[in-house]
């Protein structure tokens, strides 16, 4: 099974300032066919469901602001929340869905320092 | 709009069973698969499986083999999980969610709790 390994595992960050969340996985997602890697990330504040935020490692859910960004290739990537903002307090996930079983990391609960 | 409606909360003894109802609308349901994930109580998102709504053909990850049955009824657009000789450990928030593109759309979980 393909491992993913997010860190940190908490962070705490001040209002306004730039929160970035890593995501590593054991064998690369990267699809030659596509050219696409099959890494999606979730936000999930407590007692929801989590939401998709970010598809293609990359490519923002519509609706979702633009300070959350995806960036990484391979097996290495980064969600950045550029200025965060209190409603920005949740668990953050990321998923690789390339290889059965679709893993999910551990989680990173993002606070506010 | 996409909506998944799960059924509510239960509480079971153990090695009772128990089938969670994930009941969806604003998409035809046959064209996209449906995951289930299971989270602990303070713990983080574990993928079971899912099931191919067109096809009826379910993949179980490890771990999720033997006990757990995805099944359909498509004439009402909705997936059931079923889970049998239940445990303690067996307790936890089941959520259905539609793949498209990973997991685009989430039902609202249903807590199961196992206790005797």
């Known amino acids: 099974d393909i491992v993913m390994t997010q860190s940190p595992d908490s962070l705490a960050v001040s209002l306004g300032e730039r929160a970035t969340i890593n995501c590593k996985s054991s064998q690369s997602i990267l699809y030659s066919s596509n050219n696409k890697d099959y890494l999606v990330w979730y936000q999930q504040k407590p007692g929801q469901p989590p939401k998709r935020l970010i598809y293609?490692?990359?490519t923002r859910e519509s609706g979702v602001p633009d300070r959350f960004s995806g960036s990484g290739s391979g097996t290495n990537f980064t969600l950045t929340i550029s200025s965060l903002q209190a409603e920005d307090v949740a668990v953050y996930y990321c998923q690789q869905y390339c290889y059965f079983p679709h893993t999910f990391g551990q989680g990173t609960k993002l606070e506010i320092k | 709009q996409v909506q998944l409606v799960q059924s509510g909360s239960e509480l079971k003894k153990p090695g009772a069973s128990v089938k969670v109802s994930c009941k969806a609308s604003?998409?035809?349901?046959?064209?996209?698969?449906m995951n289930w994930v299971r989270q602990a109580p303070g713990q983080g998102l574990e993928w079971m499986g899912w099931?191919?709504?067109?096809?009826?053909?379910?993949t179980y990850a490890q771990g999720f083999t033997g006990r757990f049955v995805f099944s359909l009824d498509t004439s009402v657009s909705t997936a059931y999980l079923q889970i049998s000789s239940l445990r303690t450990d067996d307790t936890a928030v089941y959520y259905c969610?539609?793949?498209?593109?990973?997991?685009?759309?989430w039902g609202q979980g249903t807590l199961v709790t196992v206790s005797s």
């Open positions: 293609w490692a990359s």
């Open positions: 604003g998409y035809m349901f046959t064209k996209y698969v």
């Open positions: 969610a539609r793949e498209g593109v990973g997991l685009d759309y």
């Open positions: 099931i191919n709504a067109n096809t009826g053909n379910p």
